[in-house]
């Protein structure tokens, strides 16, 4: 079974900048997509970034060219690199593997980050 810890959150003002970290465990990380995503309070868990296994990646509309997704497969890590957080990026963040039809499709989540951004 996939263990997913993620890291890497924080409080930070509007206009600045974090990044996530996700071990991956408990799966052959290489053959994986992997993605991001996040829920904020009273709201459904949302995509935010995929990253394919050969490095193709997709970003949710709100976040286009304000986040990175990357991957490191020799240390089973997939990353966040967010930049110019804004208040509505404030949520609790998760990684998961592989495609699904909608995030309520994973049968398992790790811990997530709580990311707040202030104004």
């Known amino acids: 079974q996939v263990q997913l810890v993620e890291s890497g959150g924080g409080l930070v003002q509007a206009g600045g900048s974090l990044r996530l970290s996700c071990i991956v465990s408990?799966?052959?990380?290489?053959?994986?997509?992997m993605g991001w995503y996040r829920q904020a309070p009273g709201k459904q868990r949302e995509l935010v970034a995929l990253?394919?296994?050969?490095?193709?990646?997709n970003y949710a509309d709100s976040v286009k060219g304000r986040f990175t997704i990357s991957r490191d497969n020799a240390r089973n890590t997939v990353y966040l690199q967010m930049d110019s957080l804004k208040p509505d990026d404030t949520a609790v963040y998760y990684c998961?593997?592989?495609?699904?039809?909608?995030?309520?499709?994973?049968?398992?989540w790790g811990q997530g980050t709580q990311v707040t951004v202030s104004s």
């Open positions: 408990g799966i052959i990380f290489r053959f994986n997509t």
């Open positions: 998961n593997a592989g495609l699904r039809g909608s995030p309520a499709d994973f049968r398992s």
């Open positions: 990253i394919t296994t050969d490095d193709n990646t």
